[in-house]
């Protein structure tokens, strides 16, 4: 799978949207990019994955570039509840042979302040 | 969404002593289920991925022996930390995909292990 670089920390104020940037420069063709989240002391929490088109859905939005080796997560009005360890991560699509576990990064940081 | 349901969500053990780690899939039968540990201020590593009614696949440098599994029906995968020693208190995480979603993971929420 590729690598991917996000930023250590990040800071939003409540109520604004907060942008999460991942480089992903060396993406294959049949990779997808996924974003998980980890509250504190919790387990890892799906957000959103695309392959090459620009996603949306109750939780977040996900911009891919025309190029695909960077993309930006988007919370819209994002809440002190979405403080969290958020983790790009890149992998091949699902292709019937039987899932696989997710290889994680160290993620970003995200403090909404108050 | 699938649940994942992990139990206990924290446990304190005596160095020596064995401790069990169940993960159940609430909804949803899974044929695979992932272990994954987390130490204090680190990304998740995955263990090793449990197969239902087959041996569990590990990853490089995790003991076979140490940290055994069993994947014994759809819906329940138990992690047993053989003879504890400080060193393993850490946060064990399981996780799984429902037929249908294998390009999600749904994770458990977490046990915490400390060992004395």
């Known amino acids: 799978d590729a690598k991917t670089t996000q930023p250590t920390s990040m800071d939003c104020a409540e109520g604004r949207a907060a942008n999460l940037p991942c480089n992903h420069s060396?993406?294959?063709?049949?990779?997808?990019v996924y974003w998980y989240r980890q509250i504190h002391s919790q387990g890892p929490q799906y957000i959103i994955h695309g392959l090459k088109n620009n996603e949306t859905n109750e939780m977040a939005s996900l911009i891919i570039t025309e190029d695909r080796k960077s993309s930006t997560l988007i919370l819209p009005h994002a809440t002190l509840r979405d403080t969290a360890v958020y983790y790009c991560i890149v992998r091949a699509g699902y292709s019937g042979g039987g899932a696989d576990g997710l290889t994680f990064g160290k993620g970003t940081h995200l403090i909404i302040q108050p | 969404g699938a649940v994942v349901s992990q139990h206990p969500s924290w446990v304190i053990c005596k160095s020596g002593t064995s401790v069990k780690i169940e993960c159940r899939s609430l909804?949803?039968?899974?044929?695979?289920m992932f272990w994954y540990r987390q130490f204090p201020k680190q990304s998740l590593m995955l263990m090793a991925t449990?197969?239902?009614?087959?041996?569990?696949?590990?990853e490089q440098g995790v003991e076979k022996d140490k940290f055994l599994i069993n994947h014994a029906s759809l819906t329940l995968s138990t992690l047993t930390v053989t003879s504890a020693h400080p060193e393993d208190s850490s946060f064990y995480i399981c996780?799984?995909?429902?037929?249908?979603?294998?390009?999600?993971?749904?994770f458990g929420s977490g046990t915490q292990l400390s060992v004395l």
């Open positions: 996780s799984a995909t429902p037929p249908g979603q294998l390009e999600k993971l749904f």
């Open positions: 909804d949803f039968q899974a044929t695979t």
């Open positions: 449990s197969n239902e009614g087959s041996k569990a696949t590990y």
């Open positions: 060396t993406i294959s063709g049949n990779e997808y």
